[in-house]
């Protein structure tokens, strides 16, 4: 809307608050991780690099900031890396970003290990419209909660059992799923809706 509007291109960038940028888009659209003033690691849950097109934790340590240095710093982020054989039509020679998740208190994570984002869950529920509105909330390994807000199209629980057994089909694996109906799913202090709610504990990535 804001291209359209001023008839401009509008371009993203990933920082952080502490002051940095990390990667930036370019004309075409991928994320090139500004290595001149930045060494990105991306880790699994064990503190190990993870292979380019794996999900990881990032780890961020800033190159140039020597009055208050940064390093091997824990962001509570997920992003996935590119391949190192993928080259970007802009020219730029940067490492590349394929994908940045979002925090890490937005996943489910299972008992065999999977990793399950945002996006396996809203894939399922855009197909769904007799649900309006939803949040997954997980306190253990074996089972979540989906909060939901009912739409005007939704006229009896088989929804629900629906909504089961697809995700039960994408996950292949036994996981207990719970619904709850309310009335209200309060946004994030920044405003911004919060599609999972993990309350399990943070991987601990130090050497």
């Keep these: 809307m804001i291209e359209k509007q001023f008839n401009t291109k509008v371009f993203d960038i990933y920082g952080t608050t502490e002051g940095f940028v990390i990667a930036g888009q370019c004309e075409h659209g991928r994320y090139h991780v500004l290595t001149p003033h930045v060494f990105l690691e991306l880790l699994d849950e064990q503190g190990n690099e993870v292979a380019p097109g794996e ?44 994908m940045i998740i979002g925090r890490d208190t937005d996943i489910v994570r299972t008992r065999s290990g999977k990793m399950l984002i945002v996006h396996f869950f809203t894939g399922i529920f855009e197909h769904i419209p007799e649900i309006q509105q939803f949040r997954v909330v997980q306190k253990d390994l074996d089972s979540i909660l989906i909060e939901y807000i009912p739409a005007h199209s939704f006229f009896n629980k088989g929804i629900l059992k629906k909504t089961e057994r697809i995700i039960h089909e994408k996950l292949q694996e036994n996981l207990t799923i719970y619904f709850q109906q309310v009335d209200r799913i309060e946004p994030t202090p920044s405003g911004k809706p919060q599609i999972i709610q993990s309350f399990l504990e943070k991987p601990n990535l130090s050497k």
């Design 55 to 98: 999900l990881g934790h990032v780890v961020v340590t800033r190159l140039d900031a020597y009055a208050m240095p940064l390093i091997r710093y824990y962001l509570g982020d997920l992003a996935i890396k590119a391949h190192t054989d993928k080259q970007c039509a802009c020219g730029r020679k940067y490492p590349m970003l394929e």
